[in-house]
T-cell receptor, first 113, second 110 residues
Framework: AAGVIQSPRHLIKEKRETATLKCYPIPRHDTVYWYQQGPGQDPQFLISFYEKMQSDKGSIPDRFSAQQFSDYHSELNMSSLELGDSALYFC????????????FGQGTRLTVV | QKEVEQDPGPLSVPEGAIVSLNCTYSNSAFQYFMWYRQYSRKGPELLMYTYSSGNKEDGRFTAQVDKSSKYISLFIRDSQPSDSATYLCAMRGTGNQFYFGTGTSLTVIP
């Protein structure tokens, strides 16, 4: 079965650079979530989209923005990167209108140097 | 106070033992409950999904939800070394956000 695809798997950026993370949800899923997970920490909710509209916003810095496109894939744009942004970034998708569980991708490991 | 509390462990058990993992929560609106298993540097893998109170069994795994006590559990029977991972509970109410526990690190010793 198709799963959530994230790209790239690994990304190294310098401070103050920009990064774009991509997420391709499970086909026909209507909701995408972005989470940030620091070393030894639980996933922290950043933002979610339902049917291409932003639905919930968590602890997402103003330097970050995200959107969901017509094909339901989503991109997380991160600007003015800081060392503290180094983390695993996960995308998850679910079929919210029937209240199903969320499935996670394998994540993008971002390292800011 | 976090929405979801989970003992981070670490928890170490011998192979074949029964493992009990638990989470408590404060938001009575939560009605969807999940357990994820996460291996190091991998994405969380969904193990169990339950709606409202009750038990759900899948192979060696049993999930329990007690909404009156705001308490959920995951039991692993006949634990195997391959079960060694971090286990995260997650839950959701009517909004579009999942709330996670901090995860419990489990090691099953052969």
């Amino acid at each position: 079965a198709a799963g959530v695809i994230q790209s790239p798997r690994h990304l190294i950026k310098e401070k103050r650079e920009t990064a774009t993370l991509k997420c391709y949800p499970i086909p026909r899923h209507d909701t995408v979530y972005w989470y940030q997970q620091g070393p030894g920490q639980d996933p922290q909710f950043l933002i979610s989209f339902y049917e291409k509209m932003q639905s919930d916003k968590g602890s997402i810095p103003d330097r970050f923005s995200a959107q969901q496109f017509s094909d339901y894939h989503s991109e997380l744009n991160m600007s003015s990167l800081e060392l503290g942004d180094s983390a695993l970034y996960f995308c998850a998708s679910s079929l919210l209108r029937v209240n199903t569980e969320a499935f996670f991708g394998q994540g993008t490991r971002l390292t800011v140097v | 106070q976090k929405e979801v509390e989970q003992d981070p462990g670490p928890l170490s058990v011998p192979e074949g033992a029964i493992v009990s993992l638990n989470c408590t929560y404060s938001n009575s609106a939560f009605q969807y409950f999940m357990w994820y298993r996460q291996y190091s540097r991998k994405g969380p893998e969904l193990l169990m999904y339950t709606y409202s109170s009750g038990n759900k069994e899948d192979g060696r795994f049993t999930a329990q939800v007690d909404k009156s006590s705001k308490y959920i559990s995951l039991f692993i029977r006949d634990s195997q070394p391959s079960d060694s991972a971090t286990y995260l509970c997650a839950m959701r109410g009517t909004g579009n956000q999942f709330y996670f526990g901090t995860g419990t690190s489990l090691t099953v010793i052969p």
